[in-house]
């Protein structure tokens, strides 16, 4: 089983990222698909959610600025970040969960001037 983020870096106060989430080693359409994140002092807290049928659901410190989105023939995640915050920098972590939950390695967001 992997997961493997991509897409993070460095970016200015009211950019955008889109971050990915490559799958593979498990039945990726069956599983809800999160994104989490940790900042430095902090609990990693969940992000985003999207179920194997498509349904989504959002923090409240994101909702209206992120969009997760999914792609079963590709087994990928996504994840769009837009109108970016400095508090929004964060190692972000895709994650898999049906019975077993299976996480990636993280991606590093730094949002700053």
């Known amino acids: 089983v992997q997961l493997v983020e991509s897409g993070g870096g460095l970016v200015q106060p009211g950019g955008s990222l889109r971050l990915s989430c490559a799958a593979s080693?498990?039945?990726?359409?069956?599983?809800?698909m999160n994104w989490y994140r940790q900042a430095p002092g902090k609990q990693r807290e969940l992000v985003a959610t999207?179920?194997?049928?498509?349904?989504?659901n959002y923090s409240g410190s994101v909702k209206g600025r992120f969009t997760i989105s999914r792609d079963n023939a590709k087994n990928t995640v996504d994840l769009q970040m837009n109108s970016l915050k400095p508090e929004d920098t964060a190692v972000y972590y895709c994650?898999?969960?049906?019975?077993?939950?299976?996480w990636g390695q993280g991606t590093q967001v730094t949002v700053s001037t």
């Open positions: 080693g498990f039945t990726f359409r069956s599983y809800v």
């Open positions: 994650r898999a969960y049906r019975i077993n939950s299976y």
């Open positions: 999207i179920t194997s049928g498509g349904s989504t």
